[in-house]
Nanobody, 120 residues
């Protein structure tokens, strides 16, 4: 199982990006999907999550600007990031709790980061 993230780039402050992360491989069920970010010199922090039922949670830093969504048919989670600020510059990582077999418990899997750079 692999998680592949994309959509990062360089954008001016106030701009927007849409990040995507797709699960590849043998998957039976995908539970909660999350986004984290890691800024240079800082520890990884929670950004947003969405449960299999569609319940969403956001870190205070992204409330009102970030929107998380998922397409279960494509095993994909999205993060729409609007009104970007310089302090949003970071590598953004996706994470998914998923099971690969019927009846098996879920385990957490990380994707590789996609870089977001916000310039003034």
């Amino acid at each position: 199982v692999q998680l592949q993230a994309s959509g990062g780039g360089v954008v001016q402050a106030g701009g927007c990006l849409r990040l995507s992360c797709t699960v590849f491989g043998r998957v039976f069920r995908v539970d909660t999907m999350r986004w984290y970010r890691e800024a240079p010199g800082k520890s990884r922090e929670f950004v947003a999550s969405i449960s299999s039922g569609g319940d969403t949670h956001y870190a205070d830093s992204g409330k009102g600007r970030f929107t998380i969504g998922r397409d279960d048919a494509k095993y994909t989670v999205f993060l729409q990031v609007n009104s970007l600020k310089i302090e949003d510059t970071a590598a953004y990582y996706c994470h998914a709790d998923l099971s690969t077999q019927i009846g098996a418990q879920s385990y957490g899997f990380w994707g590789q980061g996609t870089e977001v750079t916000v310039s003034s």
